[in-house]
Every structure is written in structure tokens, then in C-alpha cells.
């Protein structure tokens, strides 16, 4: 089955430590982007990746680091610097341009 | 940046009801896309639009590129209780936001049985 998987569902951190959250994806697309929600509140654009060993920083990338070594993988670092960093975060791929994405289910950060 | 009002905010209605929902944008866009996404989960491709004028059905759904590309239109025919969630209009515009998708804020649907 060809999807993207997100892990894990629930995260738990204590403030100022740092946490890489997972995101794989096995439809062979050449973009994936990271996105963070907020209760009651859309999508906001973290990062993103339009090949392997490229990306941009999207609308909000303070306190966020990315990394894009292969091309179904893209991990988020949600780094100490971070100041409000529970959240809901969706990745998403794409096969690239003005092709739709599709979405992970999503990990939801808690930091105490 | 492009700006996206995605209207309204929230709705509650009654099962059978009809459901019409809209996005307006300050600038064209290429591609409209719409997506329903279920508490705690990730959101869920609906439909994709690619050509101005373009009305597309997916079952009960249908949705429409608006012919100054500016805007697009969603609707539900005969609301039923698992239609429940938040509804994301997206666009998107190669010239002028290589590769993102601008995302509307949402709208909330309640379906009362």
C-alpha cells in the first residue's frame, strides 16, 4: 500500500529539549512539505522539499529544522528555540508543480 | 503573499440539508483543491480542479473553478452525520508560489442527525 506515514501519533516532550518527528512516504514524490496546525486554525507552511538534498523555509520555519537526504524521507526537528511549539503537525507530498498533496496523519507534539 | 477567505467559519445543519462553502482569493490561482479533514487525522483529498470554469463531482460533492480564477465553490448534497469535519480550500500558482499550496482557514461542519 503506497502512503505516507507519519510517527508516532502522540509525542510528549519537556521544555527546551529538542525532537525530530518522522515522516515517510513511498509514492515516489519528489516534494514533501511540513505543516503545523493550531486549534481552530488552518495549515501553516514550516518547510519544504521540491528534491532530495533541497528545501525552503516556508511561512513559520523560526525554530524548525529540516533535513531531505532521501528522497521518501523528510524529517522535522522541532529545535529548543521553538517558542510555542505544541502543536498538530501534518506532512504532506506531492509529485511536484501544481499537483495536489497528500496529507500524513499527523503527530501531535506536547511540550510540558 | 496570496491571501485566501474561506467562508463561512463554521456551519450546523440538519442531516439531508444542502451545504455550499467558498474560497476568494487576491489573486488567480491554477489549481483549486479541496480537502475534509476528520479530528486528529490528516486531511483527505476531495477534489482537484485544474481549468477555470471546470465543475467537478466526487459522490455527493460537487466543487467549481471560478472563471476569474479567483475563487472556488464547494458543495454537499444530502448532508448525512459522517460528512462532520473541517473543510480546507487550497490553491495554488506555479508562476507566483513555486511548489506551495496556499490553505484556507477552514470550515467547520456540524451535521445534527
Known amino acids: 500500500d503506497g502512503g505516507i506515514t507519519q510517527s508516532p501519533k502522540y509525542l510528549f516532550r519537556k521544555e527546551g529539549q529538542n525532537v525530530t518527528l518522522s515522516c515517510e512516504q513511498n509514492l515516489n514524490h519528489d516534494a514533501m512539505y511540513w505543516y503545523r496546525q493550531d486549534p481552530g486554525q488552518g495549515l501553516r507552511l514550516i518547510y519544504y522539499?521540491?528534491?532530495?538534498?533541497?528545501?525552503q523555509k516556508g511561512d513559520i520555519a523560526e525554530g524548525y529544522s529540516v533535513s531531505r537526504e532521501k528522497k521518501e524521507s523528510f524529517p522535522l526537528t522541532v529545535t529548543s528555540a521553538q517558542k510555542n511549539p505544541t502543536a498538530f503537525y501534518l506532512c504532506?507530498?506531492?509529485?511536484?508543480?501544481?499537483?495536489?498533496?497528500?496529507f500524513g496523519p499527523g503527530t501531535r507534539l506536547t511540550v510540558t | 503573499g496570496q491571501q485566501l477567505n474561506q467562508s463561512p467559519q463554521s456551519m450546523f445543519i440538519q442531516e439531508g440539508e444542502d451545504v455550499s462553502m467558498n474560497c476568494t482569493s487576491s489573486?488567480?490561482?491554477?489549481?483549486w483543491l479541496w480537502y475534509k479533514q476528520d479530528p486528529g487525522e490528516g486531511p483527505v483529498l476531495l477534489i482537484a480542479?485544474?481549468?477555470?470554469?471546470e465543475l467537478t463531482s466526487n459522490g455527493r460533492l460537487t466543487a467549481q473553478f471560478g472563471i476569474t480564477r479567483k475563487d472556488s465553490f464547494l458543495n454537499i448534497s444530502a448532508s448525512i452525520p459522517s460528512d462532520v469535519g473541517i473543510y480546507f480550500c487550497a490553491g495554488q500558482n506555479r508562476e507566483t508560489n513555486a511548489g506551495k499550496s496556499t490553505f484556507g482557514d477552514g470550515t467547520t461542519l456540524t451535521v445534527k442527525p
Open positions: 489573486s488567480i490561482f491554477n489549481t
Open positions: 522539499s521540491q528534491i532530495v538534498n533541497d528545501f
Open positions: 480542479l485544474y481549468k477555470a470554469g
Open positions: 504532506a507530498s506531492s509529485t511536484g508543480g501544481e499537483n495536489e498533496q497528500y
